[in-house]
């Protein structure tokens, strides 16, 4: 194509009035190239999972990974993450001297990227990442667990982390709090604020309450 044809193909293009078929046929690809990419990179594996308990994959941003790891400086040994997604939380987790340290997450893509990243963290042999359904892991032995979840969620998970955590385990949650619990400690502001709660302390205590430093940020 010389460069004349060139320009008149695409003047003529520029110049093409797309009409009502042409937006309704862009909408519908479009709609459909987003559909395919939840249902295959964003979705599998979540078929047997009821749709209130879905959670989509949002990454942790940097400050909420560094306030949830403020709230678990002086704690040691095992930590799990209760649909880890990329394995941020986990392979941070790990870099401070958490061990083991596993990720529970149901999509499969998720945990190729992050044994991925583990491997470029040359990492992999301290971590684990688990495709399993986080409702039907064992908590019995865990200490530290990281969870960053929806709300609707949260209300579920309570029930079996109640059931199931030994009293001197220690429960973080990025992003979204307990609805029904009170945490020991608050870390941050905003949407990357951590919550921490110890076990023993909502098995005693029947009430929540806020602390100080929340109740001002919630005033601010
Ligand atoms: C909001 S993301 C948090 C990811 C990671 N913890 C972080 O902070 O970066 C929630 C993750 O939980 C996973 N997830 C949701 N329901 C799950 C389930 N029933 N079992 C395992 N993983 C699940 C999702 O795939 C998603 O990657």
């Not at 797309?18 to 559909?35: D, H, N, P, R, V």
């Not at 982390?161 to 608050?186: I, K, N, Q, S, T």
Request: charged share 20%.
């Amino acid at each position: 194509m010389d460069d004349d044809t060139s320009e008149q193909a695409f003047a003529e293009l520029q110049s093409r009035n797309l009409g009502g078929w042409g937006l309704a046929q862009i909408g519908f690809g479009t709609g459909l190239a987003i559909y395919a990419m939840w249902v295959g990179i964003l979705q599998p594996g979540f078929r047997k999972v009821p749709l209130k308990l879905q959670v989509p994959y949002i990454p942790a941003s940097k400050a909420q990974v560094d306030n949830v790891m403020t709230l678990l400086k002086g704690r040691n040994g095992g930590l799990v993450d209760l649909g880890s997604g990329d394995g941020r939380i986990v392979l941070e987790a790990s870099r401070r001297g958490f061990s083991p340290a596993v990720g529970y997450e149901l999509n499969p893509w998720l945990i190729c990227l992050s044994r991925f990243h583990a491997w470029r963290a040359d990492r992999h042999e301290k971590v684990s990442f688990r495709r399993e359904d986080l409702w039907k892991v064992d908590l019995t032995e865990c200490k530290n667990i990281t969870v960053f979840l929806a709300p609707s969620v949260l209300l579920v998970v309570t029930e079996c982390l109640l059931d199931e955590l030994p009293d001197d385990a220690l429960v973080v949650a990025g992003r979204f709090p307990f609805p029904d619990w009170a945490p020991c400690r608050v870390e941050g502001c905003g949407v990357d604020r951590a919550w921490a709660y110890n076990m023993q302390a909502q098995r005693r205590l029947g009430v929540s309450y806020i602390p100080l430093p929340c109740v001002i940020t919630l005033i601010a």
